[in-house]
């Protein structure tokens, strides 16, 4: 009874804040869109870097996920598609859109379009602004930057850092530093209640108070992994227990060549139990987490559960 008192009292803040967040993201995107297009100066910008950059001609929904997942995670600001059409692209969009695949974790809400158009041909940028914790991992992981680019970005760059010192050593297996990341999380983390889920919901609020939502969960422990030398990324979904549905994030990391779904924040006891951890959400594979979670299928696929 324990585990449907925690989802039924998780799920009446994750439906009120996902149904926020989803309407507040289709107001961003559609005045980001009206900025881009109206102002002379953003499609100046594009027609005069059009023919510097090369363009990914896109034939699905697909291929557009992979373009912006391949480029956010090598913490890269910029997108650049090509596509018959803009019709053609906004159906790509809008289908990823539906189906909750365009989490913002690593970066703020909002991105930016800009198009150039000419016959039969549509050339796309999309730029992401980083968040705080994408700013550091643009600086830690991906050394595409020179240093910290905010005083933000530093702080929580070095939170990341001497948190993955302080329980990852080399000679660990790929489980062990998963496990390490997950029970770090919960045990030093509690799950933001009747808090703001835009001020408590990134790695710079699991950092500097201890708090978080879904997505600041999430993110942590992909930059954790990703700072361990594991591949982990996050996942964007639904989160159901047959009760209702909410906006919810997870993560997918590889262990022993195999994907896997974790979900630190449903492991992590609402109210905060000092000490005590789960693992009913921990190396998972699809075949459980569907019975609780949904999510689009573009994402890795997940065969089995870990053998714990």
């Known amino acids: 009874m324990w585990i449907i008192r925690d989802f039924l009292r998780r799920r009446k803040y994750m439906i009120a804040a996902g149904r926020r967040m989803r309407k507040l993201h289709a107001v961003l995107l559609s005045f980001v869109l009206i900025f881009s297009f109206l102002i002379p100066g953003c499609s100046k910008l594009l027609r005069m870097n059009a023919d510097t950059h090369d363009y990914t ?31 053609e692209f906004m159906t790509y969009w809008n289908d990823l859109d539906q189906q909750f695949a365009l989490h913002s974790a690593f970066r703020e809400r909002d991105i930016q379009i800009s198009r150039l158009e000419k016959k039969d041909v549509c050339r796309i940028q999309m730029h992401m602004k980083f968040n705080p914790c994408g700013q550091a991992m643009q600086y830690l992981y991906a050394k595409n930057v020179e240093d910290y680019p905010t005083e933000e970005a530093k702080q929580v760059g070095e939170a990341l850092l001497a948190i993955r010192n302080e329980i990852i050593t080399d000679d660990m297996t790929e489980e062990q530093k998963t496990k390490k990341i997950h029970d770090y999380l919960i045990m030093n983390c509690a799950y933001a209640l009747d808090m703001d889920a835009y001020t408590y919901n990134d790695t710079k609020s699991l950092v500097n108070n201890g708090l978080s939502q879904c997505q600041g969960y999430s993110e942590a422990f992909t930059a954790l992994c990703l ?29 022993d060549y195999i994907w896997y779904h974790v979900d630190v924040t449903w492991d992590d006891p609402i109210p905060d139990q000092n000490g005590a951890i789960r693992y009913d959400f921990y190396l998972k594979g699809d075949s459980m987490m569907k019975q609780t979670h949904e999510w689009c299928p573009y994402f890795e696929e997940c065969y089995i559960d870990y053998p714990l």
């Open 227 to 255: 700072l361990s030398g594991l591949e982990s990324h996050v996942i964007s979904g639904n989160s159901t227990f047959g009760y209702g549905e909410g906006a919810h994030a997870w993560c997918q990391v590889k262990v």
């Open 57 to 87: 001609v896109i034939h699905s929904s697909q291929d557009l996920f992979k373009m912006i997942y391949d480029t956010l995670y090598r913490f890269e600001e910029d997108v650049y598609v090509e596509t018959s059409s803009y019709d």
